[in-house]
């Protein structure tokens, strides 16, 4: 039987082609015919800014969502934590995989013993992050948290050629690129809640390509990872976040219920506002957004209302 080819649209860092890779790596096997194309992103071509300055919600996605709607690509596969809550109208959120390790990483520059707990007092930490910033100020507000922008491979060269005593990653992508040597510790969610969907992919298709969306949702969703994640992203999207605003956010499945934890931060860490709750794996989205109200009750709803006038 003949089958279309479909075309990925990626990224064309290292990380965005193993991702790609691997989605189509799971469609040939499945006996459809794949090509990939890459497409630079206005992320990727800023790096010299803070991803917070950039003021983007769609900064690595856009061009991406342009070739779909033009139907130059069929699907476009991302990192979870890169896609904005709200699509594009005519584009979904067709699949999601199954999700690696959620955690951060700290990655120590060569010299330097020990993990986190073990630096030195006003140890330099390198990401751009704000959420991660927020976290580790508000655990040690000794730390000196400096921005580091580019690849996870330009990123560990710098660290090693420089004076930070270390850097925090995203722990899926140094374990994707091999890099899993470079680990040393990867941090506790009690310390530091990841970024809403960090660790999963998420694919991108047109609404109305009916064929590869039951393609993708067929060889590709993940349920359990779905469910978790949706959660993240519905608190994500009532509390109107994004790059530039430090909300971490985390979702479990344990003994068939559905934990949800999150937290907002002051960029200087001074105030944290921190809770979870528990439902059903079938409505993540309400418990999403119940998570959300009770976060904005707490103080959560000033504390976005400054970082959002400051910047």
């Known amino acids: 039987m003949h089958r279309p080819t479909r075309i990925i649209g990626t990224r064309g860092s290292a990380l965005a082609l193993w991702q790609a890779h691997h989605v189509r790596d799971v469609l040939t096997a499945a006996g459809y015919p794949v090509e990939i194309r890459t497409i630079t992103t206005k992320g990727d071509r800023i790096l010299d800014v803070p991803l917070a300055e950039i003021g983007s919600k769609a900064l690595f996605t856009k061009e991406l969502d342009e070739a779909l709607l033009r139907g130059e690509i069929h699907l476009a596969v991302h990192s979870l934590k890169d896609l904005p809550t709200a699509l594009p109208e005519g584009l979904c959120l067709a699949a999601i995989t199954e999700r690696a390790d959620p955690r951060d990483a700290f990655i ?7 993990g986190l707990a073990d630096l030195p007092e006003g140890a330099t930490l390198a990401t751009s992050s704000l959420r991660r910033r927020a976290q580790l100020k508000a655990w040690r507000p000794d730390l000196t948290i400096v921005p580091v922008r580019g690849n996870v491979d330009t990123r560990l060269a710098r660290l090693d ?10 722990t899926a992508g140094v374990v994707r690129l091999e890099r899993t040597d470079r680990i040393r510790e990867r941090i506790d969610p009690a310390l530091m809640l990841p970024a809403v ?5 998420g694919v991108v298709c047109a609404v109305d390509d009916e064929a590869t969306r039951a393609l993708l949702r067929r060889h590709l969703h993940h349920a359990p990872t779905a469910a978790a994640t949706l959660a993240e992203r519905a608190l994500l999207r009532r509390l109107e976040g994004g790059c530039q605003v430090p909300i971490g956010a985390l ?3 344990r003994e068939g219920r559905l934990e949800l934890e999150g937290c907002v931060a002051s960029l200087d860490g001074d105030r944290l506002v921190r809770d979870r709750l ?10 999403g957004g119940a998570l959300a109200e009770r976060l904005l009750a707490a103080g959560a709803g000033a504390l976005l209302d400054e970082i959002r006038a400051d910047s």
Do not use: D
Not at 161 to 170: E, K, P
Not at 197 to 201: F, R, V
């Open 108 to 114: 120590a520059h060569p010299s330097v013993a020990g």
């Open 278 to 287: 528990t439902g059903t794996p079938g409505a993540p989205e309400a418990l």
């Open 161 to 170: 050629a420089g004076t930070w005593h270390g850097m925090i990653l995203a």
């Open 251 to 253: 979702g479990r499945l």
């Open 197 to 201: 969907g960090q660790g999963a992919l």
